[in-house]
C-alpha cells in the first residue's frame, strides 16, 4: 500500500503544479516530454530488462500510437482519452504481433525484425494521403480544456496519470508469477520451457502490455505538437533513449527505468533549451556505453554496491 | 505504361545496384555471419569511411585510391572493436544479449552523432572524372559512377573468396566460426583469429564508404537505412556465405530496382526491410546458410 | 559545427553592434524590442538560409542605426532548426516561452513553417512568413503575411505551361517531392494541367530525401514526354540535374523546370554551372529587375557575404528578408506599438513600401499581386560567379510586363545556345 500512497501524493502534487499560476509554460512543455520517457522507458524495460529480448523498434509502437489518435480525431473528433485508449489498443496488437515473432527469433534477430517493423510502417504511413502521407498534418486543438489554464498544462498533467500507471502496471508484472516466469527466460529460456514455464504465453503478454504503453505514450503527440509527420515520430532516437534509460537507471526493479528517465529527459530538456539537439543522442549513447561497459546493473546497481561497502 | 524496355533498364540498374549492397554489406558477413557478433554498428562506420573518403577527396587524390588507403587504418580500427568488444562482453558470459547489443547500438549512435557535430546534416560528395556520365548502349544509359561502384564490388567478393577458401587465416576465419575447440586443437588462436576477422570486416567498410559517396551524396542520418539494407543481405545469404552475399545482394538490388520503377520511390526503404523480415519469418538460415 | 558560435552571434550579435554604435546615439528605456525565429542554416536549405539570415541582419543594424524601434534596441534572436520540420515546434515553444520575445518571423521555407502554423494561431500571435507557399491555407491564421512574391499556384504555373504550350508541347510529365512545399505547388499545377488539356504522361511522387533520380528521369525518358514541370528542394534539384546530364531526357522535351528550389541560390548556380542551361525556373529576382534601392542593397550585401563566406550574390532570399525588416518597421511605428492585433491590422489594410516594391496582402495573408517571373539559364559556364551579374543568363520569359527574351525551345537546342 506504500507505492498507492506515494504515488498518489506525487500525482496531487503534479496537479497542484499543473493549475497554479505563475509558473512558465515552458516547464509543462518541457515536463511532458519528461513523463513520456518515463512511460517509455517502463515499457521497454518490461520486455527488455525483465525478459531480455531487446526491442529496437519502439518508434514503430509511439507512432501507432500517435496515428491511431490522428485518425479517431480526424474521423470522429474522439476526444483525448479515447484517441489515447485507442492508441493503447493498437499497440498492444502490434505487441502482440511482435511477440509472435518471438516464437522464431533469438537475440540479434528479434531486434533486427523489430527495426524492420519501424521502416516497414513508416513506408505505409509516408503513403497514406489521410494521415498526410511524408508531408505530415497540422491539427488544432479541440478547445476542451477541463479545467485547465492551458492545453498543455492538461496534456502535463494527463501524461503524469499515465506514467503512475505505467510504473504501476511494471510493479504488478515484476512482482506476479509473471516477472518470475519472465526472468526465468531471461536467464535461460529453454530451462524455463523445460521446467514448465509456459514461455510462449508470458512473452505474448509482455511484448502486448510493452507495446499497449508505448503507444499509450505516443497517443498525445499529435495534440501536443498540433501537427504530425512520420520522420519525427518513426526516429530511430526513440529506441536509444528507450533503451538506454532503463539500462542506465537499472533494468532488474521497476524503478530502475523511473531513475533514469527522469535524470536523462531532465537533463536532455536542460540541453535543448541551451545548447543544442544532437548533443541529447550523445549524451544518452555515451552514458550508455559506458554503464553498459562498466556498470551494467545501473545506477540501481551501483547503489547496491555502494550500500554493501558502506556497511 | 510498363515497357519491357523500362523493366529490362531497371533489371540492369538493379544489377548494378545489387552488386554495390553486396560489397557493402560484405563486411557484415564475416563479423556477423561468420563470428557471431551483433555488429548493429556496422553501418555506421560505413558511413564513416564516407565522410573520411569525402575528407582526403578534398586533396585531389581520386575517391577510389582514397577508400583503399583508409583501409589500414579501418583495419586498426576494426581490432580496437573487437579487442573491445572481447574483453568486456565474451568473457564475461553472463547477459552478453543485451549489453553486447545495447553496446553497439549506443555506438552507432555515437559515430552518427559525432557526424552531425562535425560536418553538420548537410550532404557530401565527392567529384571524379567519372561521375556525372554515362555510357550509352543504345538506349540504354548506363551511370559511369554505379559501374565503377559494381567494378570495385566483384573485385572485393572475388578477393575476400579466394581469401577466405585458399588462405590458412581465411580458412581459419570460417571455421572458428563453426568450431572453435577444433581449431583451438589445430594450433591457432581463435581469439586472434576473430581479430583479424573483424579487422578485414571493418577495412572493407572503408572501400565501401568510398562507394558509397562515390554512388551518391551522403549524410550522417544514412546509416539508419543502411541497417535495413546491409543486414537484409546478410540474413538473405545465410550466415557464413560469401557468394551468397553476392546473390542476395543481386535479389535485393533487382527488386528495389523494379519495385522503385513500378510502385515509386516512396516504397524503396520498405523493400529491404520488407525482404528481410520475411526471411527472418520463414527461411532463417538464409538461402545458403548452414 | 559553428552553431554555439552563430547562437552566441545571433544573441549577442545586436548587443556587440549597439555597443560599437557612435556615441551620439541613446536608446531610451532600457528593455530590447526581441525579435526571434529559427532560420535553416544548415540541411538542405542551409544555403539560402545563410543568405536570407545576412538580409535580415542588415535590417536589424540598420534600424539600431536609426534608433531602434519606439526608441528602443532591436535585439535579434535567432536558432538552427537544421532544414527539419520536426524542430520547429520545439524552437518556436522556447521563443516564446523562454526567451520571451515580442515578435515573430517564420523560417525560411514551407515545410519548416507548417508545424507552428496551428501553435501560433491558436496562441494568437502575429507571424511574419518567410517565403512559404500556402502554408496557411488549411489552418487559416488572420495574423500571417508572407513576403513571398507568389499568390496561389496558377500564378507560378502558368507561365511554365504557357511557354510549353507555345512551343507546340502537348504532353507533359510531372514529378514532385513529398514534401509541404512541392505537393502544394505540384497540385496546382495538376489542376491547370487538367483544365487545359495536357496529355500526363508522367505524374509520380518521390520522398524528400530520395538522391537517385535515374529512375524518375529514364521514366520521364520513355514517356516521350515533351514538357517536364519538377517541384523540389534544393538538394533534389541538384541530383535532378546531375541526373538529367547523366541519362538525358530526349530530344522531343520542350521544356523542363517550372518550381524547382534551390536553383536561386548563388553557391548551388555557381556549383551547377553549364548543368543549368535551358532550365525554365522561376525567380524572385534576377539582375535586369527594376526595384526601388535594390541594387545598393545587393551591393551592401555583397560585401558582407563575402566575409561570411555564403552566396556572394543573394538575389533570391536576402532583399525578400530585409523588407521583412522593413514591413514591421513600418507596421511598428505607425501603430506606435507591438500589440500584434495592432500590428496585424495595419499589414492588412496598407501597402508597404520595400526594397522590392510595395507589398500589399490579400485576405489569406499572401501576396495581394504577384511578382513572379519564371526565367530561363543561358550561356552558363563553369566555375564563375561574376558572370550571373549581367543581365542575359537568367532570362526572364514571363510575365510580359517583365519579359526580357523568349524562351528557346527546345530544351537540347536551349542547353547549347549563346
Known amino acids: 500500500m506504500k507505492f498507492a500512497t506515494y504515488s498518489s501524493l506525487l500525482l496531487l502534487g503534479l496537479l497542484g503544479l499543473s493549475v497554479m499560476g505563475g509558473v512558465n509554460e515552458y516547464v509543462f512543455f518541457a515536463g511532458f516530454v519528461v513523463l513520456q520517457f518515463v512511460v517509455l522507458a517502463t515499457a521497454w524495460n518490461i520486455l527488455g530488462g525483465y525478459a531480455g529480448y531487446v526491442n529496437f523498434g519502439v518508434p514503430a509502437f509511439i507512432a501507432v500510437g500517435a496515428y491511431t489518435a490522428v485518425v479517431l480525431f480526424k474521423s470522429i473528433s474522439a476526444p483525448l482519452l479515447v484517441q489515447i485508449l485507442g492508441g493503447g489498443v493498437l499497440a498492444g496488437a502490434l505487441g502482440l504481433g511482435v511477440g509472435l515473432l518471438t516464437l522464431k527469433l533469438r537475440g540479434i534477430f528479434f531486434s533486427i525484425a523489430t527495426v524492420a517493423v519501424v521502416f516497414i510502417l513508416e513506408t505505409i504511413v509516408n503513403n497514406w494521403r489521410y494521415v498526410g502521407g511524408a508531408t505530415g498534418l497540422q491539427l488544432t486543438r479541440p478547445a476542451d480544456l477541463w479545467f485547465f489554464d492551458s492545453y498543455v498544462r492538461m496534456l502535463f498533467f494527463v501524461m503524469a496519470v499515465l506514467a503512475v500507471m505505467s510504473v504501476a502496471i511494471a510493479r504488478y508484472v515484476q512482482d506476479s508469477f509473471l516477472g518470475r516466469g519472465l526472468r526465468a527466460v531471461r536467464d535461460s529460456e529453454e530451462a524455463a520451457e523445460c521446467s514448465g514455464v509456459p514461455t510462449l504465453k508470458i512473452k505474448l503478454i509482455a511484448c502486448t502490455v510493452s507495446g499497449a504503453l508505448m503507444g499509450i505514450a505516443g497517443a498525445p503527440m499529435p495534440m501536443y505538437l498540433s501537427y504530425i509527420e512520420p520522420s519525427s515520430t518513426f526516429n530511430l532516437s526513440y529506441s536509444i533513449y528507450a533503451l538506454g534509460m532503463p539500462i542506465i537507471g537499472g533494468t532488474s526493479h521497476w524503478i530502475g527505468p523511473v531513475i533514469g528517465a527522469v535524470l536523462l529527459a531532465t537533463l536532455q530538456q536542460i540541453v535543448t533549451v541551451t545548447v543544442s539537439n544532437e548533443l541529447n543522442v550523445l549524451i544518452v549513447g555515451v552514458l550508455l556505453v559506458l554503464f553498459v561497459v562498466i556498470a551494467p546493473e545501473g545506477i540501481l546497481g551501483l547503489i547496491k554496491k555502494w550500500k554493501q561497502s558502506s556497511k | 505504361m510498363f515497357s519491357v524496355d523500362l523493366i529490362f533498364e531497371a533489371t540492369l540498374f538493379g544489377i548494378l545496384l545489387g552488386c554495390f549492397y553486396a560489397a557493402v554489406s560484405l563486411g557484415l558477413s564475416v563479423a556477423f555471419g561468420l563470428l557471431d557478433v551483433p555488429y548493429v554498428a556496422h553501418p555506421a562506420l560505413l558511413i564513416l569511411g564516407s565522410y573520411f573518403t569525402y575528407l582526403l577527396c578534398k586533396t585531389g587524390i581520386d575517391p577510389v585510391v582514397c577508400g583503399v588507403l583508409l583501409m589500414p587504418i579501418f583495419y586498426v580500427i576494426g581490432i580496437g572493436f573487437y579487442r573491445f568488444y572481447h574483453e568486456t562482453f565474451e568473457k564475461r558470459s553472463t547477459d552478453t544479449g543485451v549489453r553486447g547489443l545495447a553496446f553497439f547500438f549506443g555506438m552507432a549512435f555515437i559515430i552518427e552523432v559525432c557526424l552531425i557535430l562535425v560536418f553538420g546534416v548537410d550532404q557530401r560528395t565527392v567529384a571524379a572524372s567519372y561521375i556525372g556520365s554515362s555510357l550509352e548502349i543504345g538506349d540504354y544509359r548506363f551511370p559511369y559512377r554505379m559501374l565503377v561502384a559494381f567494378g570495385i564490388a566483384l573485385t572485393l567478393t572475388f578477393v575476400l573468396t579466394i581469401y577466405f577458401s585458399k588462405t590458412f587465416t581465411g580458412r581459419a576465419i570460417k571455421a572458428v566460426g563453426q568450431d572453435e575447440g577444433a581449431l583451438r586443437l589445430m594450433g591457432a588462436n581463435p581469439v586472434r583469429i576473430k581479430q583479424i576477422a573483424f579487422g578485414i570486416a571493418t577495412s572493407v567498410n572503408a572501400i565501401a564508404g568510398a562507394m558509397l559517396i562515390i554512388v551518391g551524396p551522403v549524410e550522417p542520418a544514412m546509416d539508419r537505412i543502411y541497417i535495413g539494407r546491409t543486414f537484409c543481405v546478410v540474413v538473405l545469404a545465410g550466415l557464413g556465405s560469401m557468394s551468397g552475399t553476392l546473390v542476395a545482394g543481386l535479389v535485393l538490388g533487382i527488386t528495389e530496382s523494379i519495385v522503385m520503377m513500378t510502385f515509386g520511390a516512396s516504397w524503396a526503404p520498405a523493400v529491404s526491410f520488407g525482404l528481410l523480415l520475411l526471411m527472418l519469418g520463414v527461411r532463417p538460415q538464409g538461402l545458403f546458410g548452414r | ?418
Open chain 3, 1 to 418: 559545427m559553428d552553431k554555439m558560435r552563430r547562437k552566441v552571434i545571433g544573441a549577442g550579435g545586436a548587443g556587440l553592434l549597439a555597443s560599437s554604435l557612435p556615441s551620439g546615439m541613446a536608446f531610451a528605456q532600457g528593455t530590447p524590442v526581441k525579435i526571434g525565429m529559427s532560420m535553416p542554416q544548415t540541411g538542405g536549405l542551409g544555403a539560402g538560409g545563410q543568405a536570407a539570415l545576412i538580409g535580415l541582419r542588415m535590417w536589424v543594424e540598420d534600424i539600431n542605426a536609426k534608433g531602434g524601434l519606439l526608441g528602443r534596441k532591436v535585439e535579434f534572436i535567432v536558432y538552427d532548426d537544421q532544414s527539419n520540420g520536426a524542430n520547429t515546434p520545439g524552437i518556436y515553444t522556447k521563443l516564446i516561452d523562454v526567451d520571451k520575445v515580442d515578435l515573430l518571423i517564420a523560417p525560411y521555407a514551407t515545410n519548416v513553417t507548417a508545424p507552428i502554423m496551428p501553435m501560433v494561431k491558436e496562441r494568437g500571435l502575429l507571424l511574419m512568413g518567410n517565403f512559404s507557399f500556402q502554408v496557411n491555407a488549411k489552418v487559416q491564421h488572420d495574423m500571417w503575411f508572407n513576403n513571398a512574391p507568389w499568390g496561389d499556384a496558377k500564378g507560378w504555373s502558368e507561365g511554365f505551361l504557357d511557354a510549353g504550350k507555345k512551343a507546340g508541347a502537348k504532353s507533359i510529365a510531372i514529378f514532385a517531392a513529398e514534401g509541404e512545399f512541392q505537393q502544394n505547388l505540384a497540385n496546382g499545377a495538376r489542376e491547370i494541367i487538367k483544365s487545359t488539356g495536357w496529355n500526363v504522361a508522367y505524374d509520380q511522387n518521390y520522398p524528400g530525401n530520395n538522391t537517385d533520380f535515374s529512375s524518375i528521369i529514364r521514366s520521364v525518358r520513355a514517356s516521350k514526354a515533351e514538357a517536364v514541370f519538377v517541384a523540389c528542394y534544393p538538394n533534389e534539384s541538384v541530383a535532378i540535374m546531375r541526373s538529367v546530364n547523366e541519362i538525358g531526357l530526349g530530344p522531343q522535351v520542350q521544356i523542363f523546370g517550372g518550381g524547382m528550389v534551390g536553383l536561386q541560390f548563388g553557391p548551388v548556380m555557381q556549383g551547377l554551372g553549364s548543368l543549368l542551361n535551358g532550365v525554365v525556373n522561376y525567380n524572385s529576382y534576377v539582375p535586369g529587375m527594376k526595384y526601388p534601392g535594390i541594387e545598393d542593397f545587393l551591393k551592401r550585401y555583397t560585401e558582407r557575404a563575402l566575409a561570411a563566406k555564403v552566396d556572394q550574390l543573394g538575389y533570391y532570399l536576402p532583399p525578400y528578408n530585409y523588407a521583412i525588416g522593413q514591413m514591421i518597421e513600418q507596421a511598428v511605428n505607425a501603430t506606435k506599438s507591438l500589440d500584434h492585433k495592432r500590428l496585424a491590422d495595419y499589414l492588412r489594410k496598407n501597402e508597404m513600401k520595400t526594397i522590392v516594391g510595395p507589398i500589399s496582402f490579400d485576405k489569406n495573408g499572401e501576396r495581394a499581386k504577384p511578382a513572379l517571373v519564371q526565367a530561363q539559364f543561358r550561356n552558363i559556364k563553369d566555375n564563375d560567379w561574376d558572370q550571373f551579374r549581367a543581365p542575359g543568363k537568367q532570362v526572364v520569359i514571363w510575365p510580359s510586363s517583365e519579359k526580357q527574351g523568349d524562351v528557346i525551345t527546345p530544351f537540347d537546342k536551349a542547353r547549347k545556345a549563346t
